[in-house]
């Protein structure tokens, strides 16, 4: 079992930054690949980024490609998303994820972090 703990999102107007950031309760944290999907009102979830294990490999939806970057600390079981130009559409909860396969992009991880608001005013 891993236990995933989100901080960060809030409100930010267009062309704003924020930073997410989840701490991972698991040993090793390392092993697994980190994620960050979201999930806007009425729309599916989504891939947003991915990490693997060792920092070596990681992906982007394209819609955020450019703009968001994730990052992570393995010595203190931290991943965080850094989240730049933000835009309207970018409105949605984040869910930080973890899961054991270092397959980019994440189809359905195992763990999932408790979610939180992202809204991007206009």
């Known amino acids: 079992q891993v236990q995933l703990i989100q901080s960060g999102g809030g409100l930010v107007q267009t062309g704003g930054s924020l930073r997410l950031s989840c701490v991972g309760a698991?040993?090793?944290?390392?092993?697994?690949?980190m994620g960050w999907f979201r999930q806007a009102p009425g729309k599916e979830r989504e891939f947003v980024a991915g990490i693997t294990k060792s920092g070596d490999n990681i992906d982007y939806a394209d819609s955020v490609k450019g703009r968001f970057t994730i990052s992570r600390d393995n010595t203190k079981n931290f991943v965080h998303l850094q989240m730049n130009s933000l835009k309207p559409e970018d409105t949605a909860v984040y869910y930080c994820?973890?899961?054991?396969?270092?397959?980019?992009?994440?189809?359905?991880?195992?763990?999932w972090g408790q979610g939180t608001q992202v809204t991007v005013s206009s």
């Open positions: 698991a040993r090793p944290f390392s092993v697994y690949t």
């Open positions: 994820t973890a899961d054991l396969s270092p397959i980019l992009p994440m189809r359905d991880p195992l763990y």
